[in-house]
């Protein structure tokens, strides 16, 4: 489609030019809505952010614990597990071959399985209750699941 600038010149309008699809999700640390970026070439964006914001709830909450032995342990490991989802991903997305593909967003998953595997411990020590981590438990989950879903698409696509 041909659009007609001020300047006078013809241009081709591509996809790059149509306006961004916004989509709103909650920001899990203080609760009020945010704009995720495009949402086309989206996924991976989206996703981008996501994990992004993940870690930056995971290292809010840590910073909320109560101070004991137990709690640092246990919020030191989960801001290593929760931070490094998003950096793995990332390096996934800039893998060279469908192997190293494979490989770094296996790593994501295992470290969202992991941010899980913290949070439900961290409940059950009995240093937060069940309730305070259920959406960062809830994403943890459902990121851990979207990457095992990718590495099964990946292998199936790759064969």
């Known amino acids: ?3 007609k600038p001020k300047g006078g010149k013809l241009r081709v309008r591509g996809k790059r030019d149509k306006p961004a699809e916004r989509k709103e999700y909650v920001d899990c640390v203080s609760a009020r809505p945010m704009l995720t970026v ?3 070439p989206g996924r991976y964006q989206d996703l981008k952010q996501r994990t992004k914001t993940f870690a930056v709830c995971v290292a809010k909450f840590v910073e909320t614990l109560p101070r004991s032995r137990a709690a640092d342990h246990f919020g030191h490991q989960l801001v290593r597990a929760g931070t490094s989802v998003g950096a793995n991903y990332r ?3 800039r893998a060279r ?3 190293d593909f494979l490989y770094k967003l296996g790593l994501a998953e295992e470290e969202a399985d992991e941010s899980a595997y913290w949070l439900e411990l961290l409940a059950e020590v009995g ?3 069940a309730d305070l981590i259920r959406e960062l438990h809830a994403e943890a ?6 990457f095992v879903a990718s590495a099964k698409t990946a292998r199936q696509r790759g064969k």
């Open 38 to 40: 495009r949402e086309d």
């Open 91 to 93: 390096s996934a997305r």
């Open 1 to 3: 489609m041909r659009k």
């Open 97 to 99: 071959s469908n192997a």
């Open 127 to 129: 240093v937060v209750s």
């Open 141 to 146: 989950d459902q990121l851990t699941r979207i």
